[in-house]
């Protein structure tokens, strides 16, 4: 499966790609460069991509999970609790396309700032 690359600068973040249609079209819009919003335990930043929300997506997801929010456009990235979260999990604002798994622990990206730009490229 194809693999992607998060760069944070500071933090690095490889991911592998699903085989979903969210993940094709996030692959063909690489490479993707933006700036880092964060919502409690989730950093997120807006792609130009426009996918509609798939059958099989949802608010909650395992760290480690990568998703693409139809509502922003954006990817998200939660590695803990949100505003929204109930009990210990990790809750995004609304059903999001889960199309990536994680290679690493995303709880590094609690170091990630706000503000902070991001490169999404392909890894070859």
Known sequence: MARIRFDFGRVTLEA???????????AAALPVEARVSTW??????????E??????????VT???IAYWPDGPAIAIGFGRTPI????????A???????????DV??????????????????
């Open 16 to 26: 592998e790609l699903l085989d979903t249609p969210t993940a094709k079209a996030i």
């Open 40 to 49: 409690g335990e989730e950093v997120y930043f807006a792609v130009p991509v």
């Open 51 to 60: 996918a509609p929300r798939e059958p099989d997506a949802r608010a909650v």
């Open 63 to 65: 760290p480690g999970e």
């Open 85 to 92: 979260s109930r009990g210990d999990e990790t809750r995004l």
């Open 94 to 104: 609304s059903p999001c396309n889960v199309f990536a798994r994680a290679l690493s």
């Open 107 to 124: 709880k590094a990206l609690a170091g990630v700032a706000a503000g902070t730009p991001v490169k999404v490229t392909a890894i070859a």
